[in-house]
């Protein structure tokens, strides 16, 4: 039976091929971007074609006019899909996409698919039911993430006074904490935990944890310099984003956790998690407390004592961290020349 499968799947992945190079010839297309797209997406799920898969990328890189076509070669592929194999490695190579490093991949906004109620062809058995429940979790994150950038990349700077600067931060530190808190919900169950694509898939997932984490940890220091003159709302908010930034990074440990015993070589790579300081949030608390009495005095003395007690950089800070994940998400990124 599973010969058949390969057999069968096989003679789909070259039915692909053969009309993507007749529809190239009818439209002007670019023939090479598609059979890589399809090559990286294919059903063998023996392999992963990261020769393939690494080409999709450098076409995104050489030109912005490649972007369009690669993602629609890759979405027609995945809505019409029913099998899991291709579904998870088309959401592995759009997940890589997104971090090719060019500004295309962060206008897409809603993604052009949708596998959000994935099922493999007509089987209820225990192994294709643990792998859809993981596409579909994927899938979950990767449309947010998609949606995340669309809105960082709008986000304009000129003509904008401190006040509405902080406020668009604030925006910004929200939206990445629900992104973690969408990723932090991807773990495998069952037969998935020893699923050779799912466990690659978490390599990549423990990186952009502690990526998103290491981001909102940089984003609410930079804030905190200037939060002590604005208004109450903002002030609100950034006690909101500091709570919950203290429960993700124990969340954060656990999942990390849960990831080393599954097996995932980076989560037993990964460094400690930085936890955030409890006094930012005391401090926090009682400027609350007296800009609600309209306290200028004790505002400036809460002031005062946040600059005496600002912490110095070290080799264990954000910076550190930040070099392990950029070293890490190279596997993306291994050659910006023109693609074979």
């Excluded at 053969?18 to 023939?31: C, D, E, F, I």
């Excluded at 990767?142 to 902080?166: A, W």
């Amino acid at each position: 039976m599973k010969l058949w499968k390969r057999v069968f799947g096989a003679l789909k992945d070259q039915n692909s091929l053969l009309k993507a190079r007749l529809v190239s010839h009818l439209t002007s297309g670019n023939p090479d971007i598609e059979k890589a797209v399809i090559k990286a997406t294919s059903h063998d799920e023996s392999y992963i074609d990261f020769h393939n898969t690494q080409s999709v990328f450098s076409w995104i890189r050489l030109s912005d006019e490649n972007f369009q076509p690669t993602l629609s070669v890759l979405s027609k592929r995945l809505e019409k899909t029913h099998n899991w194999v291709v579904a998870l490695k088309g959401l592995m190579l759009m997940h890589g996409v997104f971090c090719c490093k060019v500004s295309s991949p962060h206008t897409i906004g809603h993604l052009p698919f949708d596998l959000s109620n994935f099922k493999h062809g007509h089987s209820e058995s225990a192994k294709n039911w643990s792998v859809e429940a993981f596409i579909r979790s994927y899938y979950d994150f990767l449309e947010q993430k998609s949606m995340v950038l669309l809105h960082f990349s709008k986000q304009p700077n000129n003509n904008k006074n401190e006040e509405d600067l902080i406020l668009q931060d604030l925006i910004c530190l929200h939206n990445l904490q629900l992104l973690l808190d969408t990723l932090l919900q991807i773990k495998p169950r069952y037969a998935a935990k020893s699923n050779t694509f799912v466990l690659e898939v978490m390599d990549c997932l423990v990186v952009e944890s502690f990526d998103i984490y290491s981001r909102i940890c940089d984003g609410i220091m930079s804030v905190l310099a200037d939060i002590y003159s604005c208004g109450m709302t903002e002030t609100n908010t950034m006690l909101t984003i500091l709570e919950k930034a203290t429960v993700q990074g124990v969340k954060l440990s656990q999942y990390l956790e849960f990831c080393r015993q599954m097996g995932v070589n980076n989560a037993s790579e990964c460094p400690k998690t930085e936890q955030i300081d409890e006094t930012d949030i005391q401090d926090l608390e009682v400027l609350i407390e007296y800009t609600s009495d309209e306290s200028e005095e004790m505002k400036s003395l809460v002031m005062d004592k946040k600059m005496m007690t600002k912490p110095h950089e070290s080799n264990d800070s954000k910076g550190g961290l930040k070099a392990i994940i950029t070293n890490e998400w190279d596997v993306f990124d291994e050659d910006d020349k023109e693609p074979d």
